[in-house]
Nanobody, 124 residues
Framework: QVQLVESGGGLVQAGASLRLSCAAS????????MGWFRQTPGKEREFVAA????????YYADSVKGRFTISRDNAKDTVYLQMNGLKPEDTAVYYC?????????????????WGQGTQVTVSS
């Protein structure tokens, strides 16, 4: 089992930055590929970014590419999502997720472990 706790969400104006953190506990953090997903009411949870267990490979949704950066610190069992140039359409609950799979990182169904989510609201 892996337990995940997100933090860092909040209310910001368009153009601002936020950094989300996801602290992991339980099994060896470095053995998992990590992802960030987001969800708005009435919509499916969508892929935002993912990072391989070593941090050597990162993946992004087209909608956030160039604005968001995913990183991890295996010594601190933490994964981060740096969000710059935030837009109102980035408003969502952001979830951290862990998977032992190295397959389709954008596929939420491959992630067995999820955090509780943190709200990000971007005002125009």
């Amino acid at each position: 089992q892996v337990q995940l706790v997100e933090s860092g969400g909040g209310l910001v104006q368009a153009g601002a930055s936020l950094r989300l953190s996801c602290a992991a506990s339980g099994r060896t953090f470095s053995g998992y590929n990590m992802g960030w997903f987001r969800q708005t009411p009435g919509k499916e949870r969508e892929f935002v970014a993912a990072i391989s267990w070593s941090g050597g490979n990162t993946y992004y949704a087209d909608s956030v590419k160039g604005r968001f950066t995913i990183s991890r610190d295996n010594a601190k069992d933490t994964v981060y999502l740096q969000m710059n140039g935030l837009k109102p359409e980035d408003t969502a609950v952001y979830y951290c997720a862990a998977t032992p799979s190295s397959g389709e990182v954008h596929n939420r169904r491959l992630y067995p472990y999820w955090g509780q989510g943190t709200q990000v609201t971007v005002s125009s």
